[in-house]
């Protein structure tokens, strides 16, 4: 496939380069010259800006990574605040992001609101913000990925935050889909919940291809994300805020017991927002948290040892204990327990920032050898391969191993951005 007629790509909040990974198709085992992109010629996407930056840190971890493997071309490690509409590609057909995730409330702005676009700071403006300095340059298609509490937040106005991000999305001229996807649930080695979110024009081909389907078919098969995730509709919400939500200029037009109840799926199309709860449909194989594991030379790092074996289980165990807060006031507190070790026959469980270093946590993933039955944490070229990330992908020379596992907990399952990119330029080949 020429160049030029690639699907040109911004990819916003990179990380390590997961949607990069995923929708150029890179393989191969990172920290040799073997890392090179698979059957290069035939991959439809082409990454041509990025941007990623880590607030209040000097040094710019994750732009180490992204620049030693990717190199400098089209990547700025500037705050996407600083990012000048000028700076970006004349032409780009997709932009792709995983925002930061407590980042996209909007509460503390619903007082001082002047309107939709909120103070700087809140991330999801700053995409709102070159979607519309773009103008008819704004790329027709958007994935966007975040937590799935989104859907929720905030917790006394359920559903306003995405509502907001939908309201803005229509303004802007875009149709959405969006699915809560847990990886494990299609065959792949995490489970892994996260919301995604396809944009398309209201004026692109795709939406008068999809015109032709209803909303249920768009989401259950249909539709970007449902041709790559099939699913079975349980429950059906009909029109269901539609009014609620695009008809308020203001955040602080937004009545105070605003109740949206979006479900994991649903979509937007021409102003007509419907929601349904879906459940997976999908019988290939399962992956297993045993199938990633790396059989030898394990350092002596990751083993958990003896005098710490009692913390990790305390960690791991259920509680039930009396806590007191700062200001005196006490309240009994209690949690299930954790599976310790790991189960190793199922998809291993969500990997989160903190999961590296050696210090006993309830979240760490903690494993028992079969060879020598001594249990240990997960090292990173198996956290790698949890997010379907190449061996050693984040191994550079004074990178800890702590922070390996932080870029993993930020980012994203590479398997389901290659059956997004398949799914959209599968479409896009027919339009
Ligand atoms: C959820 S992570 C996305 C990870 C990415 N998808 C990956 O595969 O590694 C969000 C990223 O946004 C970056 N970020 C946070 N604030 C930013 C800002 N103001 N400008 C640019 N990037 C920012 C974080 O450093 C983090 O890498």
Known sequence: MKTSSKLKVIELFAGVGGFRIGLEGWKGKSSTSNFKKKISNKIPFEITYSNQWEPKTKRQHA??????????KGHFDISIDDISVNDLPIKC??????????????????????????????????????LSQLKSKAPKYLILENVDRLLKSPAKQRGRDFAMMLRSLDNLGYNVEWRVINAGEYGFPQRRRRIF???????????????????????????????????????????????????????????????????????????????????PKYDGPFS?????????????????????????????????????????????????????PDDLDKSSRTIITSEGGATPSRFKHVIECKMNKKKRRLTPI??????????DFTKLNDITNTKRAFFMGNALVIGIVEKLGNSLSSYISKL
């Open 93 to 130: 057909d997709l932009m792709v992001g995983g925002f930061p995730c407590q980042d996209y409330s909007v509460a503390s702005t619903l007082r001082n609101s002047k309107g939709l676009i909120g103070p700087k700071g809140i991330l999801w403006w700053q995409i709102e913000r070159l």
């Open 63 to 72: 732009n180490e990574v992204y620049l030693n493997r990717f190199g400098p």
């Open 382 to 391: 198996e956290l790698e391969r949890l997010n379907m990330f190449p061996d």
């Open 288 to 340: 297993r948290l045993s199938d990633i594991l790396q059989d030898d030379d394990i350092d002596e790092e990751f083993y958990i040892s003896k005098s710490d074996e009692s913390k990790w289980k305390d960690h791991k165990g259920a509680k039930k204990i009396t806590r007191i807060t700062k200001g005196g006031y006490e309240y009994n507190f209690s949690e299930g327990s954790m599976r310790y």
């Open 197 to 279: 979110i396809f944009g398309f024009k209201k004026s692109s081909a795709l939406s008068k291809y999809l015109s032709k389907y209803t909303k249920q078919d768009i989401v259950e098969s249909k539709g970007i994300i449902g041709k790559a995730f099939p699913s079975s509709t349980i429950l059906k919400k009909e029109k269901l805020i539609s009014e609620k939500i695009l008809l308020p200029k203001y955040l602080n037009e937004i009545s105070t017991d605003f109740d949206a109840n979006f479900l994991n799926a649903g979509v937007m199309i021409n102003s007509t927002i419907e929601t349904y709860k879906v459940s």
